[in-house]
């Protein structure tokens, strides 16, 4: 019972942070869907443990704990690997415009001297 | 003005101030220098660079300098051009490439700004480019000063053997960063050419093999740093070569440009 209610808490407190974060336009809508689903995912076993015990008989695995602990690896892994190739993009479009703005800033400066000079 | 600006291919400014040079010289050349806080060389390296190559242009890219490197490197006669911050080797060289395909220079030679290279050398790294693409300066010849030993000395041998098993053609100095780029090879990394740690030297010269170009090489002579260089042991070495066949790695699995051009 007290798992549960642990579990209910953490869910909602992910899903309220994440949606003011969201509200307030900190967070962009493809990071926080995730999250929200997560939270929502989370909600739903803790407010219902016998689905998780349900899905377990199914596949086969032992242990409820272990499903769930595996599930949430993998999908915290998922979204590292996203993190990841998003700040890449991200490094090379700076490293992009930061070139550019050099070149431009050149170019600005050889105008102004020709401006001079005429 | 519109009108006017449309019958230039190139901006108008760059296409009057270089037109007198284009009709004497066939080939214009550049000597782009990547400097970060070298106040204390740039001066003297420009100034040396247009003793022994007096036709060619010089472009300091200064690389997020927080001295006065920019002020210095433009009185002793360079063109400057500044980054907003720091972006390495890689970044600043590919600034240089872009400005050189912008501004249609149809050979490029890089020199480090902190006196490593001499630029009594220039001749010959460009010369070279008149049956290669890129032409590396090694520093590995009977005639050199430079030594290097123990596991750095192996993972440069290793480094070697490789990009010139790629090259069908001997690279024994694949890290130099003396090295000079013709047309092919500036049309190349003014769109891609690697930022990270070693992809300048290393990871660059394995995109122009596998987007067939030539490389070549010619003996150079090369100084040590004045400043104080941390020790080079084992562990390093072995870090080293890790990151060096990364950069290998990742740019042999990098696809090629079969159409190369215009994107810059």
Excluded at chain 2, 11 to 16: D, E, I, K, V
Aim: charged share 20%.
């Amino acid at each position: 019972m007290t798992a549960q209610i642990l579990g209910i808490l953490a869910a909602l407190i992910t899903f309220v942070f994440v949606f003011s974060l969201l509200r307030r336009g900190i967070l962009q809508e493809k990071y926080a869907v995730l999250w929200l689903f997560f939270s929502g995912a989370v909600l739903f076993f803790a407010v219902f443990p016998s689905a998780l015990i349900w899905i377990c008989s199914i596949i086969g695995v032992a242990q409820p704990v272990n499903l769930l602990f595996f599930v949430t690896m993998v999908l915290l892994v998922l979204v590292a690997v996203q993190l990841s190739y998003e700040l890449s993009r991200h490094e090379v479009r700076i490293r992009r415009l930061a070139e550019e703005v050099a070149l431009l800033d050149r170019q600005l400066k050889e105008i102004q001297v020709e401006r001079d000079g005429e | 003005m519109q009108c006017r600006r449309g019958e230039h291919s190139q901006p108008p400014l760059q296409h009057r101030r270089w037109t007198s040079v284009a009709r004497v010289r066939a080939r214009r050349e550049l000597v782009a220098i990547p400097a970060w806080n070298e106040s204390g060389s740039i001066a003297d390296v420009v100034t040396k660079v247009r003793e022994h190559r007096p036709q060619a242009d010089i472009l300091v890219v200064n690389d997020g300098s927080t001295d006065d490197t920019a002020q210095l490197a433009e009185q002793a006669g360079a063109a400057v051009v500044s980054l907003p911050f720091n972006v390495g080797v890689g970044g600043a060289m590919r600034t240089a490439f872009l400005y050189a395909k912008r501004h249609g220079y149809r050979a490029m030679v890089q020199v480090d700004a902190d006196g490593q290279h001499d630029p009594a050398d220039l001749n010959r790294v460009l010369d070279g480019l008149d049956s290669a693409d890129v032409v590396v300066g090694t520093r590995f010849h009977p005639n050199s000063m430079y030594f290097v030993g123990g596991p750095r000395r192996w993972a440069m041998i290793l480094l070697s053997k490789t990009l010139s098993r790629m090259n069908h053609g001997t690279i024994s100095d694949p890290t130099s960063g003396f090295r000079s780029a013709g047309p092919r090879a500036i049309d190349l990394f003014a769109v891609d050419y690697p930022a990270e740690y070693l992809g300048d030297t290393v990871g660059s010269l394995s995109i122009a093999i596998r987007n067939g170009l030539v490389v070549s090489e010619t003996p150079v002579t090369m100084y040590f740093r004045q400043t104080g260089r941390p020790s080079k042991n084992a562990l390093w070495s072995a870090l080293y070569l890790g990151r060096a066949s990364l950069a290998i790695i990742a740019t042999s699995l990098k696809r090629t440009y079969t159409s190369r051009g215009d994107s810059a």
